[in-house]
């Protein structure tokens, strides 16, 4: 697709259940990040894909945060037993990553709003 | 650690006016690159301009300037001619390849909110 493609752009779901959102980068695209937005914490980093290489997952919060990439492409962040406090807005982005930092601006989905009742 | 700071919660600009949205920033990598972007009310984050650490030249793109004082750690966006479709909120950015990361691994400030006015 022409960008950054994420879904559900909505999703409301009950403390305790399991979500997955689902990202599909530019194509082309090697880096692929996930981001929190939340009111409280401003924007947050969570992990990060590059190729082949193992994903950096400094920046996920708890082990109920977990993140896959199948193939090189599509990637989806798993939300085990959510909770109120994992209600955000979760972006997800993709760059060529080439060595120079010019290469690696993002290009951001519109996010999904998730909603923990 | 890197750390950015926007303190400006809301800005005002009348339109086709000059407005400057301030940032500034901390970090002990030598080599690390200064991104904004700006979030309209659809939500989608959407890359404003790029300033190196080490480039000599203050970043231009358009309408969009990029005033990057080294020393002073601030790395100012500047925007021209104000249009009614510059409203939105604005989030200064910086990466790094420390320890063999990614300079798209950001660390954001706050953001400023900019309302152009006709």
């Known amino acids: 697709g022409a960008g950054v493609s994420q879904s559900p752009s909505n999703k409301v779901t009950e403390k305790g259940k399991d979500v997955e959102l689902r990202c599909d980068p530019i194509?082309?695209?090697?880096?692929l990040y996930w981001y929190r937005q939340s009111l409280g914490q401003g924007l947050e980093f969570l992990i990060y894909f590059q190729g082949n290489s193992a994903p950096d997952k400094s920046g996920l919060p708890s082990d109920r945060f977990s993140a896959e990439r199948t193939g090189g492409s599509v990637s989806t962040l798993t939300i085990q037993r959510t909770q109120q406090e994992d209600s955000a807005v979760y972006l997800c982005?993709?760059?060529?990553?080439?060595?120079?930092?010019?290469?690696?601006?993002?290009?951001f989905g519109s996010g999904t709003q998730l909603s923990v009742l | 650690a890197q750390k950015i700071t926007q303190t400006q919660p809301g800005m005002f600009v009348q339109e086709k006016e000059a407005v400057t949205l301030d940032c500034t920033y901390d970090?002990?990598?030598?080599?690390?690159?200064l991104f904004w972007y700006k979030q309209p009310s659809s939500g989608e984050m959407i890359f404003l301009i790029y300033q190196g650490s080490y480039d000599q030249q203050n970043a231009t793109e358009g309408r969009y300037s990029l005033n990057f004082q080294k020393a002073r750690k601030s790395a100012n966006l500047v925007i021209s001619a104000s249009q009614l479709g510059d409203s939105a909120m604005y989030f200064c950015?910086?990466?790094?390849?420390?320890?063999?990361?990614?300079?798209?691994?950001?660390?954001f400030g706050q953001g400023t909110i900019l309302t152009v006015h006709p």
């Open positions: 194509s082309g695209h090697t880096a």
């Open positions: 982005a993709s760059s060529l990553h080439s060595t120079g930092p010019a290469n690696e601006k993002l290009f």
């Open positions: 970090t002990s990598d030598p080599s690390y690159g």
């Open positions: 950015a910086m990466g790094s390849n420390a320890g063999g990361t990614s300079y798209g691994k950001l660390t």
